[in-house]
T-cell receptor, first 113, second 116 residues
Framework: GNSVTQMEGPVTLSEEAFLTINCTYT??????LFWYVQYPGEGLQLLLK?????DKGSNKGFEATYRKETTSFHLEKGSVQVSDSAVYFC????????????FGQGTILTVHP | NAGVMQNPRHLVRRRGQEARLRCSPM?????VYWYRQLPEEGLKFMVY????????ESGMPKERFSAEFPKEGPSILRIQQVVRGDSAAYFC??????????????FGPGTRLTVL
């Protein structure tokens, strides 16, 4: 079946530091890949997505590239802000899991001024 | 266009009671998904419904849990005879009708269930 593995957290950074959160996946077929963000006490918001190999998703300064050869979809941001503090989830849809999203375990990011 | 709505936002039940969680999808969306988030864990898929049909319930516990999405009204996730282990955040998501299996899903704010 499908699975998603995210780097262990939590991650603590100073403002303006570079961020990388690793995500690798296992799936048959050609899944779509997503990054969702969850702020405290809220639901999930889609941050970015990529639907085919070599696609780059980007939003709010965050980027991730769909790498089929390494089955990865790492999230990056060049300069984080305090307001980026949240939980980040990598997820996939499709392949053998028609309809449903399969999530990684989430990575807590805390950014200090 | 209102987003996905869930109510109640917080629900407290005693062991053995029933919990009913409601989800109204975004306007025009006919696909509804329920996910459960246990403390400090990721979201786990529970069930995928379309109007009046359960498409995939592979993530639903075999007992005490049921879900429906009637022709009219919200989707309901029902938990009978709740136990402490049911305490979690339950999120609903919706997506538009499409032949694609990779549609973006829009999430509601969740219902946080606490079982005393």
């Amino acid at each position: 079946g499908n699975s998603v593995t995210q780097m262990e957290g939590p991650v603590t950074l100073s403002e303006e530091a570079f961020l990388t959160i690793n995500c690798t996946y296992t799936a048959t077929g050609y899944p779509s890949l997503f990054w969702y963000v969850q702020y405290p006490g809220e639901g999930l918001q889609l941050l970015l997505k990529a639907t085919k190999a070599d696609d780059k998703g980007s939003n709010k300064g965050f980027e991730a590239t769909y790498r089929k050869e390494t089955t990865s979809f790492h999230l990056e941001k060049g300069s984080v802000q305090v307001s980026d503090s949240a939980v980040y989830f990598c997820a996939l849809a499709g392949g053998t899991s028609y309809g449903k999203l399969t999530f990684g375990q989430g990575t807590i990011l805390t950014v200090h001024p | 266009n209102a987003g996905v709505m869930q109510n109640p936002r917080h629900l407290v039940r005693r062991r053995g009671q029933e919990a009913r969680l409601r989800c109204s999808p975004m306007k025009g969306h006919s696909h509804v998904y329920w996910y459960r988030q246990l403390p400090e864990e990721g979201l786990k898929f529970m069930v995928y419904l379309q109007k009046e049909n359960i498409i995939d319930e592979s993530g639903m516990p075999k007992e005490r849990f049921s879900a429906e999405f009637p022709k009219e009204g919200p989707s309901i996730l029902r938990i009978q005879q709740v136990v402490r282990g049911d305490s979690a955040a339950y999120f609903c998501a919706s997506s538009p009708p499409s032949s694609s299996s990779n549609n973006e899903q829009f999430f509601g704010p969740g219902t946080r269930l606490t079982v005393l």
